[in-house]
């Protein structure tokens, strides 16, 4: 009889899981409460730096303060993209394309390998769409100077941006795990680690765990490497690993000369 009775709760729980998964909303609000949840540590950082030496001993830019109305502008922004934007998309996606939840999960190794792929993917369009609206006056004046309005970025500041910019950034998530065929599971997995080292990049911390630090011979900017670029502008375009600044020339590190 117990036997019987977990076998329907497990089923009964296997089918809520997957009308919340295939549900037109899941998209935004997983967006959104990762991307929330991500901030949530730094923002109470900002919060005890200014009184906390140990805090602000990390924090790159110790004498720029993060105040309640910035956090709250940005907040009001994102919301405002979101409901008015990446929701209707997502329902037009929704319809167009349902998700189906395969019954088999993918293995370990398919998993890291496709969700560095999508990274490395993604690294590159947003480098070279950086790029040229960095060079394009009036791609900038009118789509991503919105975004480089803080020169000391903090985790909201992320997604504190232009409608076009989030809409494009957005496009080349959801393309990438498409293009490589990859198992949902491994998609909502990029999403997540997407959206954690795009927060982490514009933190505005820089603490011995960063993930900079962590990856050898100078592979990936972080944090550091993308505070520069909110400073300097023409430096830094790839948000997260190095190779295209090194091959472009506008890699820059602190107290470095730009190469040329």
Same mark, same amino acid.
């Given at each position: 009889?117990?036997?019987?009775?977990?076998?329907?709760?497990?089923?009964?729980? *296997?089918?809520?899981?997957?009308?919340?998964?295939?549900?037109?909303?899941? #998209?935004?609000?997983?967006?959104?409460?990762?991307?929330?949840?991500?901030?949530? #540590?730094?923002?109470?950082?900002?919060?005890?730096?200014?009184?906390?030496?140990?805090?602000? *001993?990390?924090?790159?830019?110790?004498?720029?303060? %993060?105040?309640? #109305?910035?956090? *709250?502008?940005?907040? *009001?922004?994102?919301?405002?993209?979101?409901?008015?934007?990446?929701? #209707?998309?997502?329902?037009?996606?929704?319809?167009?394309?349902?998700?189906? @939840?395969? +019954?088999?999960?993918?293995?370990?190794?398919? %998993?890291?390998?496709?969700?560095?792929? @999508?990274?490395?993917?993604?690294?590159?369009?947003?480098?070279?769409? =950086?790029?040229?609206?960095?060079?394009?006056?009036?791609?900038? @004046?009118?789509?991503?100077?919105?975004?480089?309005?803080?020169?000391?970025?903090?985790?909201?500041?992320?997604?504190?941006?232009?409608?076009?910019?989030?809409?494009?950034?957005?496009?080349?998530?959801?393309?990438?795990?498409?293009?490589?065929?990859?198992?949902?599971?491994?998609?909502?997995?990029?999403?997540?680690?997407?959206?954690?080292?795009?927060?982490?990049?514009?933190?505005?911390?820089?603490?011995?765990?960063?993930?900079? $630090?962590?990856?050898?011979?100078?592979?990936?900017?972080?944090? $550091?490497?993308?505070?520069?670029?909110?400073?300097?502008? &023409? %430096?830094?375009?790839?948000?997260?690993?190095? =190779?295209?600044? &090194?091959?472009?020339?506008?890699?820059?590190?602190?107290?470095?000369?730009? +190469? +040329?």
């Amino acid at each position: 009889v117990m036997s019987v009775h977990w076998m329907r709760l497990n089923y009964s729980g *296997r089918i809520l899981m997957e009308n919340l998964l295939t549900s037109p909303f899941f #998209p935004v609000l997983f967006s959104l409460s990762v991307y929330l949840s991500c901030c949530l #540590p730094y923002l109470c950082l900002d919060m005890l730096c200014s009184r906390i030496a140990l805090v602000r *001993r990390f924090k790159i830019q110790p004498q720029s303060q %993060v105040t309640w #109305p910035e956090a *709250r502008s940005c907040l *009001r922004n994102i919301f405002h993209n979101h409901a008015c934007f990446i929701f #209707p998309l997502s329902l037009l996606h929704w319809f167009w394309k349902p998700l189906v @939840c395969p +019954k088999m999960a993918p293995d370990t190794l398919s %998993v890291v390998v496709d969700v560095l792929a @999508c990274l490395l993917l993604f690294d590159m369009q947003y480098f070279f769409w =950086h790029l040229l609206h960095h060079n394009v006056p009036w791609l900038y @004046c009118f789509f991503h100077k919105e975004h480089h309005y803080y020169t000391a970025p903090f985790t909201l500041t992320t997604q504190n941006t232009g409608v076009w910019e989030l809409l494009s950034l957005s496009f080349f998530t959801t393309l990438n795990p498409a293009l490589l065929d990859c198992h949902p599971l491994t998609e909502m997995l990029f999403f997540v680690a997407n959206i954690f080292l795009s927060v982490e990049a514009h933190s505005g911390y820089d603490f011995p765990w960063s993930p900079h $630090r962590l990856v050898p011979f100078g592979l990936y900017g972080g944090a $550091r490497h993308h505070d520069l670029h909110h400073r300097q502008f &023409r %430096v830094n375009y790839a948000p997260y690993f190095t =190779h295209w600044d &090194r091959l472009y020339g506008s890699l820059q590190e602190e107290n470095m000369k730009i +190469k +040329k």
